[in-house]
């Protein structure tokens, strides 16, 4: 595949594992149809790195991160070496605050432990990374909310439903073609939302949306 500069890329072909410390969920999970192969029940999450010994592939790695000290997991994505190796955290907690945080310290998604499928693994191995970041409806959900209830925030806006919708789809990465087609509007529709989307978020581009949900002097990751 080329990029628009001419340049020929390299579309990486991911192995998923899920990675956990929980034995009931290890158990839970391998029992799920074609999840057999996938789950590794890992005390330590450095031990992970050990895979790289016996995947021929980079890797996708869906991260328990209920059951791992948030320390732990900090250290342990210092030391990923994207994008041979992808950190997703898989969670049962839709805490916006730890959400954030754990997108802040480098993992490529959060999704909830209840959605964990084999086609629902698939379709993020197969369309990662030209459809964003994989985050949860519940939780981009909850981030909206929080952003444009919280008058201290960057977002407080009055936003309409069709508004945050479309702040949905952009916080997730997707083009104004994919809006307009997940969204059964026209392209022309969606740039109305968005330009006027824009003016009450008081922000240039989609790019600030996720930075300023991350900006450290109003999220601290964690605390």
Known sequence: MMNQSGFATCILSYSPFIISANETLF????????????????????????????????????????????????HFMQKVSYPQMVVIAITADSDVQKAIGFLRIGMRGIVMKEELNEAFIHDIVNTYPNKGFPISNVITQSIIQVLVADAKQPFDADLSKREQQILHHLTKGASYKMIASDLEIS?????????????????????????????????????
């Not at 999840?35 to 890797?59: Q, T, W």
């Not at 330009?195 to 601290?220: A, F, N, Q």
Request: charged share 25%.
């Open 27 to 74: 158990e839970t999970l391998k029992c799920l149809p074609g999840l057999e192969n996938m789950c590794l029940l890992s005390p330590g999450v450095h031990e992970i790195f050990n895979l790289f010994r016996i995947v021929d592939k980079a890797l996708m790695l869906f991260v328990d991160v209920d059951d791992y000290a948030v320390t732990t997991l900090m």
């Open 187 to 223: 392209i022309e529709t969606v740039r109305h939302h968005i330009k006027r989307l824009y003016k009450k978020l008081d922000i240039k581009s989609k790019g600030e949306i996720m930075s300023k949900m991350m900006d450290t002097r109003t999220y601290h990751p964690f605390m």
